[in-house]
């Protein structure tokens, strides 16, 4: 067992893991923040993308021993300090950007991740970003406009919501 | 200005809130005090005698707390199939047994055959590890091909059934001989065989069960991730583990996705229960994506021979399918209807054709089970009759869109009863067609294809005008066909004190909306607003007896139970409004909110009239119950029939064989819209998953059985990148006409209508490149098989 201190949502946690514990895994159950989900185990679906020390990674393959001393934010973390939506969150909400929810934590860290790198990204730039996120629900065409309004874009002449 | 409010507007999803913030609570979400860990030990090889299974060093590991194999459930009952199909010859389909874990033999790679339950997850997994080496199986020959599994009549997947056939199906064989004859007499046979490939449904969430039992009381809940809580309460209770249904509460809380795939009981949920109640502590367990893989039920699989036959100038006189479709290794409880009811009732399409027949065998292999993935039938139908229509047009060198539009039927025509068995109520299939033709801008399609030619690249357009029967469904009809269940659904409408609003409703949401839609609704109904209405649903022990959501029934159904059960609060409202303005109740009139009197100023708003219903100080008590709540149930007259009309254009880039979807057009017809945003979403989602099944996705087993696409590195989803901004319409509406909302449904529809128009626009780009031996490529249209078929 090994003992980690992290960083996780601006709050600091420590606990005793197994060498094979997955941050996922961590987060989940031993912090009960269930909001990062896992869809596939394989590091291909994105249901499980947080931040670590800023960067988009997958955490079901990303073991915690690793991470000691890691500032990590999740979807739990992700609204404003008074509990309202971030402009990224509110904008899928808006556009319809999420249906059964199961992807949509991975979505919005990605999505998150896309536009601090790219504060104005082109429809082909969010979809080439998003190649490591499914979505089964929404053929993608809302997600796609939500990332893209909520970086100020003007997405009223896109085919309809 | 579009509406802000109720029916009609674009109301903001109020679910979105909780799954933004990381909030939701899926089943793999919640955490039971003392839980503990199931992990199934599955067959490795398609087909094998179970030889020995040696539990004791499994048994001897740390945390283990039971194991459990096929034997343990040798004496309970097994999981049933839904529907009763007969054959032509009048003999009632083979229903092999489906045990909660195989035991005797393994009869697909995934089959459950072992269970342990541990401490924790990871102990659990270790012993089940230890369970499949002390498993002695006997590998016998796989059975995988459809027409080889018919063929061979001494390999069997299940000793007792031989030849592997369920059934084979004649629909309608009275017009058999009829068919025939129009067919021969035909000027014009196209003929065309086609492969409706098998999909794995892929909602995101994996399946989970948890179970639970109270050694106290005797109540046992299973919380798990279903589309239909009550069927599963029904399936678990009266035909498998035989608890009083009175005994079992079923929750499906946030179900990420099920597409059809969670409809149906499966083995694990009853295997949870029974763990519980053995070790009085809550079992879990949760698939990883690879048992999903294996085991969820797939979609589709048909092989199909279609002929049509038509004029020289292309009206169709008769359509004649030969179909071979694989059930899997065990009858999935939705897998008999599927093929046929829901499939060979729609091979006449939007046309009007004098003459159609449907033969469909329906074959056992050692395959995961398949069964309704979303559009369900309705989709390979559509694909059949949409390639086969397209490759006539090409063959009598006519327009296709002139083809379609020469059949389709007319507006006067409705009700129409087509020659395989349902009546239309109504429709306009010209409209959905002009719209498609114009937000598509076919008229500047060739100026787009010599930008594509001077790129190097081969353009194409592919159309489909497909219909679909939605809103599952009359029970009188259903049963007369073979269902065993009702396919009504109920709502509750709990008015409280202070005027709010609780709806309990049978049909279940996992993505559609239904807690914003069906409130929506409510509102509208009453004049009050959205936010005073909440939607409960997925929890047996809340909710009234309904069948759940799928087959776009939600709102055709289950709405209109609510629908009703408003009516009936309304006509209450209006004997408590009588009582209280000193009035006859028939001079009660309930507007914009409000019971008053007709032709006077005297009123009482629905608030007060709500107060007074369980504060009963002036009140008819002598005549009237207090409270206000009632419940409804509805039993459709018929199906609805949602119908549209697809256009697809592609670029392919011959070098590669690539395809890539330039613009893809839907012009829907769902009679009237709840909630266009929503509406929408379903519509983009739909399509999406067709536009996968015709390029990009595939279900392979090897000739061993075993399933060479079991996780995302192997079976391609569509991804962002794979696919366009759609362009949606919906406003060439003409309402159902016999439900009260006039709602049709709007779920399938993107994945029933896209398929072919995908295929019909490559096949479109190659004959336009000159490529005219290229008639039909199966699906999914990947780049080497295009590739090959452009050098053929």
Not at chain 1, 113 to 126: F, G, M, R, Y
Not at chain 2, 580 to 586: F, I, K, S
Request: glycine letters at 10%.
């Amino acid at each position: 067992m090994t003992q980690v201190t992290m960083t996780v949502n601006g709050k600091s946690v420590s606990g005793k893991v197994e060498g094979r514990t997955l941050l996922a895994e961590f987060l989940r159950e031993g912090l009960r923040l269930t909001g990062t989900h896992v869809g596939c185990d394989t590091s291909q679906c994105g249901a499980c993308v947080v931040h670590v020390n800023g960067k988009a990674i997958k955490s079901c393959t990303a073991l915690v021993a690793d991470l000691d001393g890691a500032d990590v934010r999740t979807i739990e973390g992700m609204a404003n300090p008074d509990g309202s939506l971030s402009s990224l969150q509110q904008a899928f909400q808006d556009h319809h950007g999420l249906q059964c929810g199961f992807c949509t934590p991975g979505m919005v860290m990605s999505a998150a991740a896309l536009l601090k790198e790219n504060p104005k990204p082109t429809e082909h730039e969010v979809r080439g970003y998003l190649e490591g996120n499914i979505c089964r629900c929404t053929g993608y065409h809302n997600i796609v406009k939500a990332i893209m309004a909520a970086s100020g874009q003007d997405v009223s002449q896109i085919a309809a919501e | 200005m579009p509406k802000d409010h109720g029916i009609g507007a674009s109301s903001k999803r109020r679910e979105d809130i909780r799954f933004l913030t990381g909030r939701g609570a899926y089943t793999d979400d919640l955490a039971m005090q003392g839980q503990v860990h199931a992990v199934m030990v599955r067959a490795n090889v398609a087909h094998g005698r179970i030889v020995s299974i040696d539990t004791s060093a499994a048994a001897a590991m740390p945390g283990v707390l039971a194991i459990f194999t096929g034997a343990d459930f040798a004496d309970v009952g097994g999981n049933p199939a839904g529907w009763l199909i007969h054959s032509r010859d009048g003999s009632p389909m083979r229903e092999p047994k489906r045990p909660v874990l195989a035991h005797g033999k393994v009869r697909h790679v995934g089959d459950a055959y072992a269970a342990v339950v541990a401490e924790t997850h990871e102990q659990a997994r270790d012993a089940a590890e230890a369970v499949a080496a002390g498993t002695e199986i006997e590998e016998l020959p796989a059975i995988v091909d459809m027409a080889g599994a018919v063929a061979n009549a001494d390999n069997r997947v299940h000793d007792e059934i031989p030849d592997n056939l369920c059934f084979d199906w004649g629909w309608i064989e009275a017009n058999r001989d009829a068919v025939d004859a129009a067919m021969k007499a035909a000027p014009h046979v196209t003929t065309l065989e086609l492969v409706n490939n098998r999909l794995v449904p892929n909602a995101m969430e994996p399946r989970a069960s948890i179970g639970e039992f109270n050694p106290g009381t005797g109540d046992y809940k299973l919380t798990t991730t279903s589309q239909n809580p009550h069927l599963t309460k029904l399936l678990v209770c009266a035909f498998v583990l035989g608890i009083p249904e009175h005994k079992l509460t079923v929750v499906a809380p946030d179900v990420g996705g099920g597409f059809g795939s969670k409809i149906y009981h499966y083995g694990e949920e009853a295997l949870v229960l029974a763990a519980a109640k053995k070790l009085g502590r809550p079992v879990r367990w949760t698939a990883e994506r690879s048992e999903s893989f294996l085991t969820d039920a797939h979609g589709r699989d048909h092989v199909t021979t279609i002929e049509v036959g038509a004029t020289l100038d292309g009206e169709i006189l008769a359509i004649r399918t030969n179909t071979l479709a694989n059930v899997g290794a065990y009858l999935s409880n939705f897998s008999t209807a599927t093929p046929t009811f829901l499939h060979g009732t729609l091979m006449a399409g939007p046309y009007k054709v004098p003459h159609v027949y449907v033969n469909l065998k329906a074959v056992f292999t050692n395959t995961a089970p398949v069964d309704a993935y979303r559009g369900a039938g309705r989709p390979e139908a559509t694909y059949s009759l949409e390639r086969a229509i397209d490759k006539m047009a090409r063959e009598l060198k006519l327009d296709p869109v002139a083809v379609r539009r020469k059949n389709l039927l007319t507006p006067d025509q409705f009700p129409y009863t087509t020659p395989v068995g349902l009546v239309y109520d109504v429709g306009n299939y010209q409209a959905t067609l002009d719209k498609a033709l114009d937000m598509a801008d076919l008229a500047g399609f060739e100026a787009r294809a010599a930008k594509s030619r001077a790129a190097g690249k081969l353009r194409g357009v592919g159309l489909s005008t497909w219909i679909e029967a939605c809103g599952i469904a009359p029970s009188h009809l259903v049963g007369q066909l073979g269902s065993r269940v009702g396919l009504y659904d109920a709502a509750t409408v709990r008015v409280s004190a202070t005027g709010t609003i609780q709806v309990m409703t049978g049909a279940h949401s996992h993505g559609q909306g239904h807690e914003t839609v069906f409130a929506q609704v409510v509102a509208e109904k009453l004049s009050i607003p959205e936010g005073a209405v909440e939607i409960v649903h997925g929890d047996t022990s809340k909710i009234p007896f309904g069948m759940g959501s799928y087959g776009s029934r939600s709102l055709a159904v289950c709405g209109s139970a609510m629908d009703r059960a408003l009516d009936k609060i309304i006509a209450k409202g209006k004997k408590i409004a009588a009582h209280m303005l000193e009035a006859a109740e028939g001079d009660i009139t309930f507007e914009n909110g409000s019971f008053s009197v007709a032709g006077t100023d005297k009123a009482k708003s629905f608030g007060e009239i709500a107060f007074s219903a369980y504060v009963p100080h002036n009140y008819p008590l002598e005549t009237l119950e207090p409270g206000l709540e009632e419940t409804a149930f509805y039993d459709p007259n018929n199906f609805t029939y949602p119908a549209g009309a697809y256009l697809c254009e592609v670029e392919i880039d011959p070098d590669t064989g690539k395809v890539t979807i330039c613009s893809f057009t839907c012009a829907d017809d769902f009679g009237n819209v709840m909630n266009p945003m929503v509406v929408e979403g379903q519509v983009h989602g739909g399509v999406a998953q067709g536009i996968g099944q015709a390029l990009v996705e595939h279900t392979a087993y090897d000739e061993n059985g075993q399933l060479l696409t079991a996780s995302y590195m192997d079976y391609t989803m569509p991804r962002a990148d794979d696919v366009p901004f759609y362009q949606v319409d919906h406003s060439c509406a003409t309402p159902c006409t016999h439900n009260p909302l006039g709602v049709k449904g709007c779920g399938e529809a993107g994945a029933i209508g896209s398929p072919p128009a995908v295929v019909n626009a490559v096949i479109d780009a190659l004959h336009r490149a000159g490529m005219t031996h290229v008639t039909h490529i199966d699906m999914p249209l990947t780049p080497a098989r295009v590739w090959g078929a452009m050098q053929a």
